[in-house]
Structure formats: structure tokens, C-alpha cells
């Protein structure tokens, strides 16, 4: 945890940016996998970490912006869970740690709810994403499940947006410490990346280096042949000379901070003509895009500004035609990159967006395009120094839509199907790195994991 301080200047700031009533935020609980005392991994809820700091299931937290009060509600332990469980902080004990200074059984939630409501005082809520809170929302609440999210209040999000976008210097640091743990889970893939190897044997090394850095992994990790399904979760191909494996992976550190990088690598350690081809037009969009980034500019201007380097080296490849400017402008690329550039990351590898990806990526000034490809950025908005952000163009040929597309007849003044068609067997095609806004520009986040062509071919040896 950090000090308590930061905490406490967490809510403070919180405070005095919504203007009345109590602030729920509920942690979360544990969740059963197949029978109830069988659970999946334990994950705190992030806005709960970020404002109460506290790493234990079945918690609360009330901030009651009238008064200034701040509650935490917990179970303590009896003697049969010590049992199972060994020793555990007193809910009290765990509050003075992040310097809350009320603490109350799990039943007084209800109890605070209730007197809240019968005051006609506003409960401001977030969108809870979990069944489980979503049904102790209904019953604190009356509200139905499906009407949470519309019903949630949009102060606090927006209050809550604005101060978990900034990362702070403790932040900062704990985004340090993960990219270490990042570099060795990409290393070390790139490394096992050899003929007759199963994807399989991969993901659970990295998976395993994630978990003994002490964290865990920052989403499922994508580890496969076949990287034009853009969120392949299958591990069970066995890699062929000649394949490109995707890697995109990140871990958490223990306090939950998160890193999400990708890499891809011929398997057997030589790309073909064919694939380097193809590598060096996605490393240039995302040096350019990288290069690109500082307070002021918008993401979908460097979105765009990718998009266009994607497009111009396709079209040097023949596989894009005409006026490439236009071609994006209409998402004529998006065939072959059908998704955003990057998204906003730390306490979530896609930052809060269980709050809402409009709230977090878009605002007043930048709203989201309605055109397939760019309308998935998911940060659209202007840069501030300490957002923390990916970048990670692709290049894919995905058979399923380019024979809608050709069949369409769509963008043939931009796209030319015949050679496409030579790349229908290619797969996929992704970088990513993550980037800090600082003061005057960016900065690369992490130990510099391989990237060039010849800097993977040479770890791969
Ligand atoms: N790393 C997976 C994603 O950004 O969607
Ligand atoms: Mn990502």
C-alpha cells in the first residue's frame, strides 16, 4: 500500500469536487468458479484501491462529502475463519492504514444506505460491473441491475475520471516496477518462440513470471499463430517454422498496476521478405505515433496520424491504391487495422472503463467517429502530462472480412483485393509499448523490450 497520506488526499481532492451527498464505493467480493468455496483469483475493485487502498474482499466505503466523514465497512473475523484463514487485521486496524477513521460492520452499509435515503439525501454511485455487486446495489438501492449504469452518478464519474487519468509520482514508480516484470515475460516468449513449441507451453511461463514477480497477470494473455484474431485467447496451436507469434501480455504489480505490451516474432528467428515487409510499416506507424505524443495533442489525431503511416506503406506495398489521405479520412485502412490505436492504462490495463469508455477517452472537444476502426479508439481525447497510455498499431488480414469487403466491392478505389488476396495466410501483425505524458513530451515506460527487426532476430539466436 502507499502512505496513508495519499489516500486520504485521494478522498480529500474527491471531496471537494462533488458537490453534496454521500459517496458509495463498493469493493468486491470473492467470486465461486465451479462450487462456491472454489473461487477464481482474487481482484480487488480499482476505484476501491484507488480511494481506500485496501487489498480484502467484501469491503465498502462511504465518503460523506457534507460532513467530511469517511467509513469503511468490513466483517472482522471469527475464530472458525482464523481457522481456515489464519490471523487477520481488524477492519479498524486495516482503516487506520489508509487513515479512515470510522469503521462498522458489514450490516451497517445497510444501516448508512438507509439513513441516507430516508433523508432524501443523493447516493452517488459507480456502474458496478460485477453480478454480485450489482445485485447488493439493487438491494442498497432499489435499483434493477440494467438500470445501474444509466442511474449512476455522472458527477462522480467524472470527478472520478479526472483524478485517476493523472498518474501521481507513487503511481509512476509502481508503473516502473511492472515494466520489469513486462520485459522478462517478452524476452522470455520471444526466446521459447521455436518450432514444435505449443503456444501453451508459452502462456504459462510468462503467466508464471507474472505471478512470481508477485502480482499477476494484467488481462488473459493473447499468445498465438494466428494473431488476426485480435483477441486470440486459444493457446493449443503447436508454432511451425515460418509462423508469427503474437505475444500481448502484461502483468500487475501487487498493488495492482498494470503494463500491456505486444510483441511479434517469427517463430524459428528469421522474418520472411514477406513478413518484414509488413513489420516495418507497423514499427514506423508506431514510432511515428510515439513520437507524436505531448500534452495538447489528441489521441485521435495520432490515431489517425498512425493509421495514415499504416495506409501510405501499404499502399508501397500495393495493396492500398489512390489518395491515402482520403482513404483514411473514409477507413479505408481499417481492413487492415480494425481498432484503435491505444487506450489509457494503470490500476486497469484499459483504464477504468468500468466507469465508461466515453468518459475516460472522450470529452466536450473530441468525440468519438462513428466510422468502423476509428470509432473503437478508445482514447480519443487531448493528452495531459501524466496520462499513461499504449500505442499499438497492427496490420491483419483477416480472410472473413476482406471477402466481405471484396464482395461489397467496398473501398476498391483504395484497396487492391487481388494482392490482398496473396496475403489471405499471413495472420497478424501487432506492437505496443507504453507511454507516460510527461511535462514537455513522453517518455517510453520500462526497459526497452526487443522491437526492431534485427534487435528480435538477435534475442531469438
Ligand atoms: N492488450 C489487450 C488490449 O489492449 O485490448
Ligand atoms: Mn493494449
Redesign the pocket.
Known amino acids: 500500500m502507499f502512505r496513508k497520506e495519499v489516500y486520504a488526499e485521494r478522498r480529500n481532492k474527491l471531496k471537494s469536487m462533488v458537490k453534496e451527498g454521500i459517496i458509495l464505493i463498493l469493493g468486491n467480493v470473492d467470486v465461486p468458479m465451479n462450487y462456491p468455496a472454489n473461487i477464481y483469483k482474487w481482484r480487488q475493485d480499482s476505484n476501491f484501491l484507488y480511494f481506500f487502498g485496501l487489498d480484502y474482499p467484501q469491503m465498502a466505503g462511504i465518503i460523506d462529502v457534507d460532513s467530511g466523514d469517511e467509513y469503511i465497512f468490513g466483517n472482522d473475523v471469527s475464530l472458525d475463519d482464523i481457522i481456515w484463514m489464519g490471523p487477520q487485521p481488524s477492519t479498524a486496524e486495516l482503516a487506520q492504514q489508509v487513515g479512515v477513521e470510522h469503521t462498522m460492520p458489514w450490516p451497517g452499509l445497510r444501516e448508512k444506505i438507509a439513513e441516507a435515503f430516508d433523508k432524501g439525501r443523493k447516493i452517488h454511485f459507480l456502474p458496478p460491473y460485477r453480478a454480485e455487486n450489482k445485485i447488493l446495489m439493487e438491494s442498497l438501492l432499489g435499483i434493477n441491475a440494467h438500470n445501474q449504469k444509466t442511474q449512476a452518478s455522472e458527477e462522480l464519474i467524472k470527478a472520478v475520471v479526472k483524478l485517476r487519468s493523472v498518474k501521481d509520482e507513487y503511481e509512476i514508480a509502481e508503473l516502473e516496477k511492472v515494466m520489469d516484470t513486462a520485459w522478462l515475460m517478452h524476452t522470455t516468449a520471444m526466446k521459447m518462440a521455436k518450432p514444435g513449441v505449443y503456444e501453451r507451453e508459452i502462456a504459462g511461463t510468462i503467466e508464471g513470471i507474472a505471478l512470481s514477480a508477485g502480482g499477476m497477470l494484467?488481462?488473459p494473455a493473447?499468445v498465438t499463430r494466428r494473431g488476426e484474431t485480435?483477441?486470440n485467447h486459444y493457446h493449443g496451436n503447436k508454432l511451425e517454422k515460418g509462423d508469427l507469434l503474437l505475444v500481448?501480455?502484461?502483468a500487475e504489480t501487487p498493488l495492482h498496476y498494470a503494463s500491456?505490451?505486444?510483441r511479434t516474432s517469427p517463430v524459428g528467428g528469421k522474418f520472411s521478405p514477406m513478413q518484414k515487409d509488413i513489420y516495418e510499416i507497423v514499427l514506423r506507424a508506431q514510432n511515428k505515433a510515439i513520437e507524436a505524443i505531448k500534452p495538447g495533442i489528441t489521441n485521435l489525431s495520432v490515431h489517425l496520424k498512425a493509421a495514415q503511416v499504416l495506409a501510405e506503406g501499404l499502399k508501397d506495398l500495393g495493396l492500398m491504391k489512390g489518395d491515402i489521405s482520403a482513404a483514411v479520412q473514409q477507413g479505408a485502412h481499417a481492413l487492415f487495422m480494425p481498432?484503435g490505436l491505444?487506450?489509457m492504462m494503470g490500476l486497469d490495463?484499459?483504464d477504468m472503463e468500468d466507469l465508461g469508455e466515453n468518459y475516460v477517452g472522450y470529452d466536450d472537444e473530441v468525440k468519438r467517429s462513428d466510422i468502423f476502426g476509428t470509432a473503437f479508439l478508445?482514447l480519443g481525447r487531448a493528452y495531459q502530462p501524466g496520462f499513461v497510455l499504449?500505442v499499438?498499431p497492427g496490420c491483419y488480414f483477416i480472410p472473413a472480412l476482406i471477402n466481405k469487403w471484396k464482395s461489397e466491392g467496398k473501398f476498391s478505389e483504395f484497396i487492391n483485393y487481388e494482392k490482398v488476396e496473396s496475403y489471405l495466410d499471413f495472420g497478424g501483425i501487432r506492437i505496443?509499448d507504453d507511454i507516460l505524458v510527461t511535462e514537455n513530451g513522453h517518455r517510453v515506460l520500462g526497459r526497452h523490450i526487443p522491437k526492431t527487426v534485427a534487435e528480435i532476430e538477435e534475442i531469438m539466436q
Open positions: 494484467s488481462f493473447i485480435l483477441h500481448d501480455a502484461g500491456d505490451h505486444t481498432h491505444g487506450h490495463v484499459h478508445r499504449t499499438e505496443e
